[in-house]
């Protein structure tokens, strides 16, 4: 999971067309089956390629689910950079940000389906690999939080990286944790929660509001 989540935060390659197959195969079967009744075999197969073929691009199951998990992130972080450009002020871009992160992945046909039918292979990968992941996602909430710095929508006063870390750890255990509290589909419940709880964490002479 660090791997997907690195990766998804790097420039994203072209794959040749037989990559993408497998990749999109992949999706597809993990989505219906699960992982762990998935194999090699079944994603070369809907493919529609060699079992040998596969291997060659990807050399173990896991590599491949690493893979397939890291297009998903990806394609998320795409939206989530251009949905933030249409906020008016950073106030509104961490409320945008709160809820687009815990609604998309919830309702991700891939990951949101693995975390609700495969906890025990997702969940633990995310929070047992010594913060790594959490990490990398912490550097991409920082990373956007000093922009604001930089632009002037944020006080230098801010300790950003405690600010990143503190909206990171939040985000995560709503995703890994359920809520009895807070309804996480309901929308404007979350961004009531981010505009009363996250956006303060900004306004130390800053322009949050």
């Known amino acids: 999971m660090e791997r997907a989540f690195t990766e998804a935060l790097e420039p994203s390659e072209d794959n040749d067309e037989t990559t993408t197959r497998l990749l999109d195969a992949a999706y597809e079967q993990f989505r219906r089956m699960g992982v762990r009744r998935?194999?090699?075999e079944d994603v070369a197969r809907r493919a529609g390629v060699s079992r040998i073929t596969a291997y060659r691009r990807f050399a173990t199951k896991d590599r491949l689910v690493e893979q397939v998990v890291r297009r998903e992130f990806r394609r998320y972080f795409d939206q989530f950079l251009v949905d933030i450009q249409r906020a008016a002020t950073v106030g509104d871009r961490v409320v945008l940000g709160f809820v687009?992160?815990?609604q998309a992945i919830r309702s991700n046909p891939l990951i949101g389906g693995l975390m609700d039918a495969e906890p025990d292979m997702l969940v633990?990968?995310?929070i047992s690999d010594g913060g790594?992941?959490?990490a990398t996602v912490q550097r991409f909430v920082a990373g956007q939080l000093r922009r604001e710095q930089r632009a002037g929508t944020i006080s230098d006063a801010v300790d950003v990286e405690v600010v990143a870390e503190l909206m990171t750890r939040l985000s995560c255990s709503f995703l890994l944790i359920p809520s009895h509290v807070i309804d996480l589909d309901d929308t404007?419940?979350?961004r009531a929660v981010a505009r009363r709880f996250?956006?303060?964490m900004l306004e130390h002479g800053s322009q949050a509001e």
Do not use: H, I, W
Request: hydrophobic share 45%; glycine share 0%.
């Open 38 to 40: 998935s194999t090699m």
């Open 100 to 102: 687009s992160a815990l």
């Open 124 to 126: 633990p990968s995310m």
């Open 132 to 134: 790594r992941t959490l």
């Open 188 to 190: 404007e419940e979350l």
């Open 198 to 200: 996250l956006v303060p």
